[in-house]
T-cell receptor
Framework: RKEVEQDPGPFNVPEGATVAFNCTYS??????FFWYRQDCRKEPKLLMS???SGNEDGRFTAQLNRASQYISLLIRDSKLSDSATYLCAVSRSGGYNKLIFGAGTRLAVHP | NAGVMQNPRHLVRRRGQEARLRCSPM?????VYWYRQLPEEGLKFMVY????????ESGMPKERFSAEFPKEGPSILRIQQVVRGDSAAYFC????????????FGNGTRLTVT
């Protein structure tokens, strides 16, 4: 079983739709959680950190469920420019920040 | 404030040659991480370094691959005697400190082995 798993998609949604991605992790010692966005053949860019209490940044909401070991990302009012691959990343405790990435979920927003 | 700088952007090598990939972390960042991404696959951790020290190389192949982060200068990922299977995008990331800090990625080096 992979340490971090995501549904590869693709999720094809119309503009304005709300879409949600989940990501599960297997290591209960995981401490830090992030969502990254990666456009085709480019570097991953940090979208947001995920905090225990959940957090929101504009149209994006991230949540963490430690009991069930998953994190989620909700995108409201999807824009064409949201089309990308969304990667979740998890790190364990231990003093350094080795991130383990999921394989990514592809989102395609169409007019 | 410049981001993580990687060079070259594209590197073509023939089988058996050496590839050297360079990474300069963001200003103020002393933690460097190298990841590899094969076509249509996710990012795989290779190695984590702090200045002059390799902290974790658990994701690095035992042979032909090495990494360093000298006191002065960029971090270097070195691949000796490249094979076609080494063709991938290699991303470097840096962070200001250890646990809890997000990683900031460079724009990658795309290695093609012919």
């Amino acid at each position: 079983r992979k340490e971090v798993e995501q549904d590869p998609g693709p999720f094809n949604v119309p503009e304005g739709a709300t879409v949600a991605f989940n990501c599960t992790y297997s290591n209960s010692a995981s401490q830090s959680f992030f969502w990254y966005r990666q456009d085709c053949r480019k570097e991953p860019k940090l979208l947001m950190s995920v905090y225990s209490s959940g957090n929101e940044d504009g149209r994006f909401t991230a949540q963490l469920n430690r009991a069930s070991q998953y994190i989620s990302l909700l995108i409201r009012d999807s824009k064409l420019s949201d089309s990308a691959t969304y990667l979740c990343a998890v790190s364990r405790s231990g003093g350094y920040n080795k991130l383990i990435f999921g394989a990514g979920t592809r989102l395609a927003v169409h007019p | 404030n410049a981001g993580v700088m990687q060079n070259p952007r594209h590197l073509v090598r023939r089988r058996g040659q050496e590839a050297r990939l360079r990474c300069s972390p963001m200003k103020g960042h002393s933690h460097v991480y190298w990841y590899r991404q094969l076509p249509e696959e996710g990012l795989k951790f290779m190695v984590y370094l702090q200045k002059e020290n390799i902290i974790d190389e658990s994701g690095m192949p035992k042979e032909r691959f090495s990494a360093e982060f000298p006191k002065e200068g960029p971090s270097i990922l070195r691949i000796q005697q490249v094979v076609r299977g080494d063709s991938a995008a290699y991303f470097c990331a840096s962070s200001r400190r250890g646990a809890g800090s997000p990683l900031h990625f460079g724009n990658g080096t795309r290695l093609t082995v012919t």
